[in-house]
């Protein structure tokens, strides 16, 4: 199957810090992928959409000027947490949509952020 | 809207049969989605209904009926590892998953 790798796992920073997370696809090409956020006990959260080549689409109430989103190739998208609070503590998962398995996204393992 | 509707936690007895379910309004319908997800680890994929009927592996199967929106996804055998929560999403018309907020399962011995 198709495998996501996404790095860090998990990352402690200090506040007012920045902390980019990778998340790469390693054996498919990925035009499209997607950032999402959980909270515990909660469901995933999409915060953002990355399409290769172009600026990322945001959905409402996501701050696009602290959540930066790079998608400069079609194996990798980076999330950069700008200038991080406590209260962006939270878990950070991607996934990848093979563009060749239009039906399946293939999730990254995770970044465990805590901002202290 | 859309909505994505599943119970929010189910108990159930090592060995025995469970079904979650999960009813869905969503524009537009491009399949729906079983995950898996154990505490503090992404979703693993678990099954994709595109058609009505019973999708079966292993000790997993998923039903699907599109006219009424409506999933279930159905473990036998139960087993202590199987304690997770259980995402159900929807693809839309846009090709974007919505999901559900997850079914905690409890399995007890």
């Known amino acids: 199957g198709a495998v996501v790798s996404q790095h860090p796992s998990w990352v402690i920073c200090k506040s007012g810090t920045s902390v980019k997370i990778e998340c790469r696809s390693l054996?498919?090409?990925?035009?499209?992928m997607f950032w999402y956020r959980q909270f515990p006990k909660q469901s995933l959260m999409l915060m953002a959409t990355?399409?290769?080549?172009?600026?990322?689409?945001?959905e409402q109430g996501v701050e696009k000027d602290k959540f930066l989103i790079n998608h400069a190739s079609l194996t990798l998208s980076t999330l950069t947490v700008t200038s991080a609070h406590p209260e962006d503590s939270s878990f950070y998962i991607c996934?990848?949509?093979?563009?060749?398995?239009?039906?399946?996204?293939?999730f990254g393992q995770g970044t465990r952020l805590t901002v202290v | 809207g859309q909505n994505i509707d599943q119970p929010t936690e189910m108990t159930a007895t090592e060995g025995a049969i469970v079904q979650i379910n999960c009813t869905y309004q969503?524009?537009?319908?491009?399949?729906l989605f079983w995950y898996q997800q154990h505490a503090g680890e992404a979703p693993t994929f678990l099954s994709y209904?595109?058609l009505d009927g019973l999708e079966e592996k292993g000790r997993f199967s998923s039903f699907l009926s599109r006219s009424k929106g409506y999933s279930y996804l159905l473990l036998k055998e139960l087993q202590m590892k199987d304690s997770a929560s259980y995402l159900c999403?929807?693809?839309?018309?846009?090709?974007?998953?919505?999901w559900g907020a997850g079914t905690k399962l409890i399995i007890k011995p």
């Open positions: 999403a929807v693809m839309d018309s846009n090709y974007q998953l919505i």
């Open positions: 996934s990848a949509r093979d563009e060749g398995r239009e039906t399946e996204a293939f």
């Open positions: 969503t524009s537009g319908f491009n399949g």
């Open positions: 990355s399409n290769e080549g172009s600026k990322a689409t945001y």
């Open positions: 209904n595109v």
């Open positions: 054996d498919f090409q990925a035009t499209t």
